[in-house]
């Protein structure tokens, strides 16, 4: 089974762009997290998805937002990026059954200069 | 809100050792779950332990194991005859029950564990 695949692995953008970063969960999770990870501030949870829905959301601007599709992979997109925006972002996916762990992919590598 | 803390940035154990990560956690729910993921250069988060709050048994995973204190709220893991492919940085994370909320994982600042040849 495949695990959890994030793309792309590595992001150089400009402050003020905009990035979109994708994230493929394991063949039947429905559920999909994301975090970002700086040295600074360590692991953040930005939000969650669940059957297309936002479920939960960590405390980041509006310039942070998601969605998923109906085959559960899910996008997160910053807009107006600032260098502190700077950070390994994850995405981590589950099946939402009681009991179950997440899986993490292993991260797209976000730069703004 | 829950809170975790890990307060060892670092620590290093000479190969075959044994070597115990602390963490504590707050919360205010009487049932939970505990992680302890491992973060290798690679970046991917690879989960190494689990713990049901309501499990009494410390939960054991070949060379890894917990010491579960619930009253102290205290989390930490013993990594028994360290190799140097244990060498990683170290996340406790806590997770609320399965009410069907959220899956949200609150994490710890991480400890990076260094293994001597």
């Given at each position: 089974k495949a695990g959890v695949t994030q793309t792309p692995r590595y992001l150089i953008k400009t402050r003020g762009q905009q990035v979109t970063l994708s994230c493929s969960p394991i063949s039947g999770h429905r559920s999909v997290s994301w975090y970002q990870q700086t040295p600074g501030q360590g692991l953040q949870f930005l939000f969650e998805y669940f059957s297309e829905t936002q479920r939960n959301k960590g405390n980041f601007p509006g310039r942070f937002s998601g969605r998923q599709f109906s085959n559960s992979r899910s996008e997160m997109n910053v807009s107006t990026?600032?260098?502190?925006?700077?950070a390994l972002y994850l995405c981590a996916s589950r099946t939402r059954s009681l009991n179950t762990e997440a899986f993490f992919g292993q991260g797209t590598r976000l730069t703004v200069v | 809100a829950q809170t975790v803390t890990q307060s060892q940035p670092e620590m290093s154990v000479q190969e075959a050792e044994t070597v115990t990560l602390s963490c504590t956690y707050d919360t205010s729910e009487s049932d939970y779950y505990l992680f302890w993921y491992k973060q290798p250069p690679s970046r991917q988060m690879i989960l190494v332990i689990r713990q049901e709050a309501y499990k009494q048994q410390n939960a054991t995973e070949n060379r890894f194991s917990v010491n579960f204190q619930k009253a102290a709220k205290s989390f930490s893991l013993k990594i028994s005859d360290s190799q140097l492919g244990d060498a990683a940085m170290y996340f406790c994370a806590y997770r609320s029950p399965d009410t069907g909320a959220n899956s949200k994982l609150t994490f710890g600042k991480g400890i990076t564990l260094s293994v001597r040849p």
């Open positions: 990026l600032e260098l502190g925006d700077s | -």
